[in-house]
Every structure is written in structure tokens, then in C-alpha cells.
């Protein structure tokens, strides 16, 4: 393995270039708080020659989303990038990427979803999109913001899963904060990806077919559901298969779910995205002190790894889940309905502490994870009862 070159950059930064590395044939995008800084780059990296790609500067969000439907359809590679309300105003074009099959990469700045407006990073915008048949990807900081980028292109292109994937970083800490980044040779990428040779471009002219049409009837409409959802359970393989094989080139792991201290651990913490450095931090010093504390993180979100969630947390005492968003009217915040899922579909009476955190940018501090592992022994000695609660808040 050649000696890596390690500089400075922002998520937003490695995001673009990764693009730019793929090379898509299109990318269609408005700039919105804090994704803009993606697309600026993309856009001069088009102005000064370095890549051959169509930019399309649309009027909305919407439009960027139906551009790049049009154009996947077509056959082409293509590429957006988004944030907050921005993807909200793509909520309709979501879901007919994924029913058309259209291998569209999306890199989405994760920012709250106003009202109060508020233009800092949480997952209120990204767990929008949850039901919609997108592959799903979280990095914790920029070099995985980078690499989910790149893998993003294998895993929608994949013959098997053939949808759009979303690769998300929280906005501001890790699409703006410089990072210790490293980033592989332009002909290795290329090399990687490949070129893209669509097996059934959508709109042929020389064998036009019928695209999005009419589903006349709830079974026909049904079918081609249960086929998207064996597509989209296809992109955990994919992930996993084109994540080893791009850990082999870099030399930097690629799990579905990375975990740390977590394989003795009594009390464990589940957190996605940037939190997990906190939390990393927080165990490191707890295991100095003789606690058995530990982290897991899926990267994945959708499908979502149930069997490595379950592997890595089936001997815990006590578990956390952090949301950095809340799921308003159900019982527990996303994330923590997927980890509760697990264990019940398991068989698991293991005790889950639910905390909603980092909601427009709040900081998530490491008195805030203390607090967590505290609560989690509480937990197991019957003096808290792990109910819902606003993390770092008095109510």
C-alpha cells in the first residue's frame, strides 16, 4: 500500500471531491445552509475544466430532484446534493427515484427542519426520508464522508440493488470543521467505480419503454413495492462487499456497524453520525476507571443492520439509544425503534434508555454521555425507569 498524503479539509470538501473523482454524467442542485459550499465546489470544478459533467443549475429542490430523475433515467451517472427544507421540497421526487430503480447519489448536509428556523446540524431532515426506499449511509466525520460518497456510486449501481443512495454528515460539524482527511488518487477511484453502463437505460429512443406508469391495480403496485424492498435489503451486501474491497485499496475499515469496547461491554451507547466521537471519548476514559462501557454505530441506517446491531449489543446489561431527532407521536425517537426491534425480534430482555439529543445543533457534551452510562447503571440497579428524554434540557 502506498504511503497516504493526510491534509486539512472540510466534510463538505471531501464530499465534492469524491463527486468530482466519480466523475457523473449530471448533477442538477440548489444551494441550501450547509449543504451550498458542495455544489459551489462541484460547480468550479465544471467552470475549470477538471470534470466533463452537465451541472444544472435549477430553480428548487424539487427541480434538481426531477432533473436527476430525468437524467438517470436516460442512462446517465448522476449526482445532487441537499439539506433541510430542501429535502423536503424533494419529498415527492424521493420516492419516485427509488420506484423507478434510478441509482442517483445524494449527499444530504443533515440540518433541523424548521419551524424555529434553524440552520444547525440534526437528523430531523434526513429521518424524513426513512420510509422512502433510499440506501441510507451516516458518517462521523469527514474522511467517512468522503468514503461513503465513493461507495455510494458502487452500491446504487450495483445490479442487485439499482436505487438511490443518500450519504449523509451533520451539518456544521462535520460538513464545515476542518479534519485530518486523506484522500486516494483520482485514477484509484475511477478504477474502482467504473464506468457506468446501464444495463436498461429507461428512455432509449431505439427501444422506448413505458416508465412510471399507471398502476392500475394494488397488486401490480404491491409486486413492484415488495421488489424495491428486496433491493433495497440487497444494499446491506453490497455495502458490506464493496466496503471491504475499498478497505483493502485505503486501508481504512468499512463495517456496517463500527463499534468500539463494545464486545465486553456492560452498558453501550447507539448513536449514529458525529455524536459517536463524544461518546468514543467518554468510554475511552470510563474503561481507564475499570468501566465496562461501549459504542456502537451504525453507518448503514437503511436497510438497516439488524443482525451486526444485534451482535454487537446481545451481551450488554443496559442500552442507550441517542436520536438526534424525534419521531412526534410515537413512543421512542427513530433510531430507537429500530435498536427496541431488534432485541424484541431476538428475544432480548436487555433494558434500552431512550434520549433525544443535539436538536438544532445543541451540543451533545461529554457530562451529557456521563450522564447517559450513569443512567444506564441506574437502569439495571431499578432507579431509573429509560423513559423518553430531552437530553440536556430542563423541562
Known sequence: MADKNYFSATGN??????????????????????????????????ADGRVHTEYVPVESEHSALSACIGASAAGARVAT?????????????????SGMRLPIVMANANRAISAPIN?????????????????????????????NTVLAFKVAEDPNVLLPVCTALDGFVTTHAMDVCCKEEDEVVK????????????????????????????????KTKLIERRANE???????????????????????????EAEDADYIVVVLGSCAGNVRHKVKELRAQGKKVGLVRPRIFRPFPAEQVLEACKGAKAVAVLDRSDSIGAAHGPLALE???????????????DYIVGLGGADVTLEHVQQVFDQLEQRVAGTYDGSLSYLGIEE
Open 119 to 147: 440552520i444547525h446540524g440534526d437528523h430531523s431532515d434526513i429521518m424524513g426520508m426513512r420510509d422512502s426506499g433510499w440506501v441510507m449511509l451516516f458518517a462521523e466525520n469527514a474522511q467517512e464522508a468522503y468514503d
Open 234 to 260: 440487497a444494499a446491506l451486501e453490497a455495502f458490506e462487499k464493496h466496503g471491504a474491497e475499498w478497505a483493502e485499496i485505503t486501508g481504512r475499515p468499512v463495517k456496517a456497524v463500527d463499534t468500539f
Open 339 to 353: 435498536v427496541r426491534s431488534v432485541f424484541q425480534e431476538a428475544g432480548l430482555a436487555i433494558p434500552v434508555n
Open 13 to 46: 470538501a471531501m464530499v465534492a471531491d469524491a463527486i468530482r473523482q466519480c466523475e457523473p454524467d449530471v448533477m442538477a442542485a440548489y444551494p441550501i445552509t450547509p449543504q451550498t459550499t458542495i455544489v459551489e465546489a462541484y460547480a468550479k470544478f465544471v
Open 191 to 222: 478504477k474502482f467505480v467504473g464506468d457506468y453502463h446501464p444495463e436498461f437505460p429507461l428512455l432509449d429512443t431505439d427501444n422506448p419503454t413505458g416508465q412510471g406508469m399507471f398502476g392500475t391495480l394494488g397488486n401490480y403496485y404491491m
Open 81 to 97: 446534493a441537499t439539506s433541510s427544507q430542501g429535502l423536503a421540497y424533494m419529498y415527492e421526487e424521493l420516492h419516485i427515484a
